[in-house]
């Protein structure tokens, strides 16, 4: 099994910055994409951002050059620096990573989320 938890979430004000950290534990051989999501309230759930193994990244629109992805193989570790942040950025931010467990099964993990809240 493999186990992703989110970290960092918090009230800030627009404007402001947060770096949300997401950690993935258990069984791992490797993980390839890790991506970042996020579900404001009464929205759809939508991509925010996505790295691959090899330190590719993309983003959404919304996000371009306010946000920045990055990762740390040796910890199985992703982050998502925030800086500018809009009242519109207010969400439940969840990390995702397509993990290889220890069994060679291959499955893509969900985190459970934590909320970043900013305020105007």
């Known amino acids: 099994q493999v186990q992703l938890v989110e970290s960092g979430g918090g009230l800030v004000q627009a404007g402001g910055a947060l770096r949300l950290a997401c950690a993935a534990s258990g069984s791992i051989l490797s993980i390839n994409a890790m991506c970042w999501y996020r579900q404001a309230p009464g929205k759809q759930r939508e991509l925010v951002a996505t790295?691959?193994?090899?330190?590719?990244?993309n983003y959404a629109d919304s996000v371009k050059g306010r946000f920045t992805i990055s990762r740390d193989n040796a910890k199985n570790t992703v982050y998502l620096q925030m800086n500018s942040l809009k009242p519109e950025d207010t969400a439940v931010y969840y990390c995702?990573?397509?993990?290889?467990?220890?069994?060679?099964?291959?499955?893509?993990?969900w985190g459970k989320g934590t909320l970043v809240t900013v305020s105007s």
């Open positions: 995702t990573g397509k993990a290889q467990t220890t069994t060679l099964d291959i499955m893509l993990y």
């Open positions: 790295i691959t193994r090899g330190g590719s990244t």
